[in-house]
């Protein structure tokens, strides 16, 4: 097994283009400010894919092929934050719309 330690920087071309992609797709607004967590948070998935450079990857998840890791970069990239059911409008809000309006069937989610 290679072991490849990635020093590179992602660059502002590289940055651009997982920028763009990951808005256009999942709606995810990645300013340029963003670069450096991006560039943190991406480097684990070169790593394992033993790549050597963002642009190597950029490539790659780019590519036919690609399709998979892509669903990597997004959960690599993104910060999961659930607000539901952390405030009490919430559960009134199912109570009084959601609730009354069911029609015995199993609530799908």
Request: hydrophobic share 40%; net charge positive.
């Amino acid at each position: 097994m290679r072991i490849i330690q990635s020093t590179n920087h992602l660059g502002k071309r590289e940055f651009n283009i997982i920028s763009e992609f990951i808005y256009t797709h999942f709606g995810i607004l990645l300013p340029i400010n963003k670069k450096t967590l991006v560039e943190a948070r991406l480097q684990k998935r070169l790593l394992i894919l033993q790549m050597s450079s963002f642009k190597e990857y950029v490539h790659f998840v780019m590519s036919p092929g690609g399709e998979e890791e892509v669903l990597y970069m997004v959960d690599s990239i993104s910060t999961n934050k659930t607000s539901f059911f952390r405030e009490w409008n919430h559960f009134v809000f199912m109570a009084k719309e959601l609730l009354p309006n069911h029609e015995k069937k199993p609530l799908k989610y």
